[in-house]
Every structure is written in structure tokens, then in C-alpha cells.
């Protein structure tokens, strides 16, 4: 069985080290492994030995080990399965990138069978606004990122839906925007270095 955590500001800024194994030894995990994020699409399978592997998405087979992943507007994705579990940092760049994809591909690998994510809280489509040449560009790439070409936002999460739907996966978003709910930490806000995270466990 799987257990699935947003952590918000109550939580603390999660770039600092004590408040991560303070969360760790709260979770009973043996492990609770952050990435060094840099937008990437690259997946990366661990068992509590790696430290602080750099990659945007990690998966796992090992009981004790928590996955993380940081985000400020960016969407953290988890992904749940029989035995197997995955986290994603998906912001625009890693959508373009097919990150959320290439996880379930990695779980896949590793027998997964029927996979369900959850898009935890994130910018909506209502305030990620981007000039209208980069909607322009992405909408082209992904078209369900579409909004308006007079708003010019992006929605990303009906992005990452569409990308993983299409490989018969059951998605949720828990519908919580950082922007708009002061509760969490937005880097459009003004957050600009604290981070909370998603976190996903066998």
C-alpha cells in the first residue's frame, strides 16, 4: 500500500536539510531522498543508497524509502502502482520533455501494472501566464496546454493529464493553485528559494 503526502508551508521550506529528516523520522522511512532538480528528463530508479541523485523524477521498489520531489508552482506528480512508485518534478520544460511519461515508462519497466498519479498543488491555468510566442510554442507542441491567445496562460496540468492519459494512466489533481492559496509556497508569489514538496512511499 501506498502513501501519497503534499507538504505545504506548515511544513517548512524543504531546501533545508534539518526540516527534510525531521520529516523523514515523522514518515518512519528509512530514506527519504530529494533530487537535485534542473528540469531535465531524466528518470532515475533508487533504493535509499543514491543521496541527492540529479534527475527531475525518481522511481522505487524498496518498502522504507520516500520519494520526493520540491516544487513552488512546478507540479509534483506521483505515481502509485503494485510495488512500485515514482515521483516527477514537471514544470513546462519537463512537460516538453515528457517527463511524466518517461516515469511511467521506467515503472512500467520494472512491472508495474495499472499506474495512478496524483498532480499535486500547482500554478493553474488561471495564472501562468507566458508571452504569446511561448504559448504559441507550446500549445503547438501540446495542445491541451491551450487556454486563450488573448490570455496567452498555460494550462499544464490538463497537459500532463492528456500526455499520460494517453498511456491508460488514471489521473487526479487535487485542483489546488499556489499562486491563489497562500497556504503554499509560489514562486511567481514571491517565494523565490523556499519549496514544498510531494512525497510518495511503497
Do not use: W
Not at 504559441?136 to 500526455?163: F, M, N, R, W
Amino acid at each position: 500500500m501506498s502513501r501519497t503526502l503534499f507538504t505545504s508551508r506548515d511544513g517548512g521550506d524543504l531546501k533545508d536539510f534539518a526540516r527534510r529528516e525531521s520529516l523523514r523520522v515523522d514518515l518512519s522511512m528509512d530514506h527519504l531522498i530529494f533530487m537535485h532538480q534542473t528540469h531535465s528528463d531524466l528518470v532515475l530508479v533508487v533504493d535509499g543508497s543514491e543521496g541527492e541523485p540529479q534527475c527531475d523524477a525518481l522511481v522505487t521498489r524498496s518498502k522504507g524509502v520516500a520519494l520526493a520531489a520540491m516544487a513552488a508552482d512546478c507540479m509534483p506528480v506521483t505515481f502509485t502502482s503494485e510495488g512500485v512508485v515514482g515521483i516527477a518534478h514537471v514544470g513546462r520544460v519537463g512537460l516538453v520533455k515528457g517527463i511524466a511519461p518517461k516515469t511511467v515508462e521506467t515503472m512500467l519497466g520494472l512491472g508495474a501494472g495499472k499506474i495512478t498519479a496524483i498532480i499535486g498543488p500547482s500554478i493553474c491555468a488561471r495564472c501562468y501566464e507566458v508571452s504569446p510566442e511561448m504559448y504559441e510554442e507550446i500549445t503547438a507542441l501540446i495542445p491541451s496546454t491551450a487556454t486563450s491567445s488573448d490570455l496567452h496562460s498555460l494550462d499544464l496540468q490538463s497537459g500532463v493529464k492528456s500526455q499520460l492519459e494517453s498511456l491508460g494512466v488514471a489521473v487526479k489533481d487535487v485542483g489546488i493553485c499556489t499562486l491563489e492559496n497562500s497556504d503554499y509556497f509560489s514562486f511567481r508569489g514571491g517565494d523565490l528559494s523556499a519549496r514544498q514538496a510531494g512525497i510518495i512511499s511503497l
